[in-house]
């Protein structure tokens, strides 16, 4: 993904709403800036269907209530976590969303833009279970489902020609108590629930010879920075990751930039010294950047300095390293073509 952008499509929350549809003359526009475009979904999805096409649920009330302590990162505060996760389901659960409805809305895209640009890179996802950390890994072959699903609700033309791989949908590797993360165990996906997900979908992904991507945010205060550090230099999981630098969505993290740019140039995720985390790179996996605006841009003259520090921190790798533009709703997107289009040129 050299030149990608971020299309929101299907649910925008919990309450049964959905993002934009771009018309047939908006999607001949965004054609115009790229021909990459990955579907994301943003909500937790809980009912799935296996491969013989019965549906299922992965999380209910009663799998947290059986949860145990040793599955959490410090046991000290399982009763807190559970609690927590409780609290996330009781909004999410009622929702009832199928995957099947993503799906559907990524094919009926998929098609139209194909129906414009023949030679479109198109990228699906897989969902994220956002917050249930120390569950992620029940999730791990509903998502491999998903992909098949992806797979047989693709005309055979798209899926052969148009379909360059699948994005992992969660941003980071959370830990601090709620997952163990044993640094030198990366054959073991560092026996975090969230690795081994990644690793299930990877191998699923894989054995279709299509390509996985990431794109997990960096902060270089947070432990999760670490981990992905991990993943990323010591293990093939992934053939791109897009690194987040949030920088446009907060101020503080002035150090992010430059950490990614230094990501980039030396194709290993590196620490705020410049170090190579975990030591050294073997892994295949290349490094790019991603990209960040939304409608602030448009209200804020701070907004605006800290998007061209963007453009001015990663310019010199436009179309050179993986590339994903973030520009929130697909409304955003639309208005922002024009910047991306001078970006990309």
């Keep these: 993904m050299k030149k990608g952008v971020l299309l929101y499509t299907c649910y925008n929350g919990y309450n049964n709403t959905k993002y934009h549809t771009p018309t047939d003359a908006e999607l001949e526009k965004l054609l115009t800036v790229t021909d990459e475009i990955l579907f994301i979904p943003i909500t937790t999805y809980n009912r799935f269907t296996d491969k013989d096409g019965n549906d299922y649920e992965v999380l209910s009330h009663e799998i947290i209530d059986n949860m145990t302590a040793d599955m959490v990162g410090d046991p000290n505060r399982f009763e807190i976590i559970k609690g927590e996760y409780h609290a996330t389901a009781d909004h999410r659960l009622p929702a009832n969303y199928h995957v099947k409805d993503y799906v559907a809305d990524a094919v009926s895209l998929a098609k139209r833009i194909v129906a414009i640009n023949g030679k479109a890179k198109l990228w699906f996802s897989v969902p994220s279970a956002e917050n249930f950390h120390a569950l992620t890994h029940l999730f791990a072959p509903a998502w491999a489902d998903t992909v098949d699903m992806i797979k047989n609700a693709l005309p055979e033309e798209i899926w052969n020609n148009n379909l360059q791989g699948i994005y992992y949908a969660g941003e980071d590797i959370v830990t601090s108590g709620y997952t163990r993360f044993d640094n030198g165990a990366p054959k073991e996906n560092f026996n975090n629930p969230i690795v081994y997900s990644m690793r299930v979908v990877s191998d699923k992904v894989h054995s279709y010879g299509k390509k996985m991507l990431w794109i997990p945010y960096y902060h270089e205060a947070a432990p999760s920075s670490k981990n992905l550090g991990h993943v990323v230099n010591l293990t093939d999981i992934f053939d791109y990751v897009i690194i987040q630098p949030s920088f446009f969505f907060n101020p503080a993290r002035t150090e992010e930039i430059g950490i990614v740019s230094e990501c980039v140039e030396k194709q290993a995720v590196v620490d705020i010294k410049g170090n190579i985390i975990g030591g050294k790179k073997t892994s295949r996996t290349e490094i790019g950047f991603e990209m960040e605006i939304d409608h602030q841009f448009y209200e804020s003259d701070a907004y605006v ?31 922002s073509a024009d910047i991306i289009s001078r970006f990309f040129e």
């Design 305 to 335: 300095e800290r998007y061209y520090a963007y453009e001015k921190g990663f310019g010199s790798f436009v179309g050179v390293r993986p590339t994903a533009y973030y520009a929130g709703t697909p409304q955003t997107l639309l208005k």
